[in-house]
């Protein structure tokens, strides 16, 4: 039996992206509970089997804006931060491109939302997000790390619950934002982590360091 040829894509018709981000709004809008398959075909102007010849269900098609969104932005980060940088200024980086995100469209916010719905609804999208909040929590550490061992950042706190700790002030400020953005200044907010992450993590007056080679650049 032959194979059954390739649908092509009628000119004007929405790109699988585009799909994304049309199921994206839905998501970020409505939960993934809330999101049907027929309300993002219908924000998207498409029919429902334009979006099944792209994705086989709404899980299929969650996953894939998710990794779509999340590698945009581990991306950014990377292309931003490098292994020689002042720890200070790479976790800014860090942070201000939280703020780009949570502010310029309702992606990061996306992000978010699923994260805290998918703890009891669904654990392979939970297992997910368990792994990218670990590669942030690494790529931090290794933020921490690198500064301590340059004398740079005191030697006495853990990297991991340092990473632990301001992962969590980002996502919390970001989550207070969403939740009341007339009495929460995101930018306000993330800069005062900033100042107070860089009082904690102050070396003590007159130590000294010892220099190290950068590291692999991952995530």
Known sequence: MSAKPARRRVRGEPSRKQLMDAAIDCFARLGYQGTTIDRIARDAGV???ALYYH???KEELLFAAVKDR?????????????????????LRHVVDACFRHATMSNHRRFII??????????????AEFRSIL??????????????????????DVSPEAAAASIAGAIMGAEIQH????????????LDSL???VAGWLAPPAGSTGIAISGGTKSW
């Not at 980060?77 to 940088?85: G, M, S, Y």
């Not at 942030?136 to 061992?149: A, H, K, P, S």
């Open 47 to 49: 029919t429902k089997g």
């Open 178 to 189: 969403y939740q009341d953005p007339e009495q929460i200044d995101l930018r306000a907010a």
């Open 134 to 155: 670990r590669r942030m929590r690494v790529f931090l550490g290794r933020i921490v790390r690198q500064g301590q061992q340059r004398g740079a950042l005191r030697a």
């Open 70 to 90: 999340v590698g945009e932005f581990e991306q950014q980060v990377l292309a931003e931060v490098t292994p020689d940088q002042d720890p200070m200024e790479a």
């Open 55 to 57: 994705f086989k269900d």
């Open 113 to 126: 939302t699923l994260m805290v719905e998918a703890l009891d609804t669904n654990p392979r999208l939970s």
């Open 194 to 196: 900033l100042e107070q």
